[in-house]
C-alpha cells in the first residue's frame, strides 16, 4: 500500500466510516469520519488530482473523488 492510497473499513455502512468533503477554515480536504472522531486525510485539491486514492478495503473498490458527498 502506497502512502498516498486509504484502504476505508466498513465504508459507508450502519455505523461504519465515511469520508466528506469539508470546507475548513485553512482550506478545502477530505475527512475520514467514524461518528466519533473526524481526521484530515488530505487536501481536496490533492485528492482531485489523484494524488490521493480512496478504496473500500473488504473489496478493494475504488471510490471515486466525485462519490465523495460534502459535510
Not at 10 to 34: E, R, S, T, V
Request: with cysteine.
Amino acid at each position: 500500500m502506497a502512502a498516498n492510497e486509504h484502504y476505508i473499513a466498513d465504508y459507508q455502512k450502519f455505523g461504519g466510516i465515511k469520508l466528506y468533503k469539508i470546507h475548513g477554515f485553512m482550506g478545502d480536504y477530505i475527512a475520514l469520519d467514524n461518528m466519533i472522531v473526524e481526521r484530515k486525510l488530505c487536501s481536496l485539491e490533492d485528492a482531485k488530482r489523484g494524488r490521493h486514492k480512496f478504496y473500500e478495503k473488504e473489496s478493494g473498490r475504488e471510490i471515486k473523488f466525485d462519490e465523495i458527498p460534502w459535510k
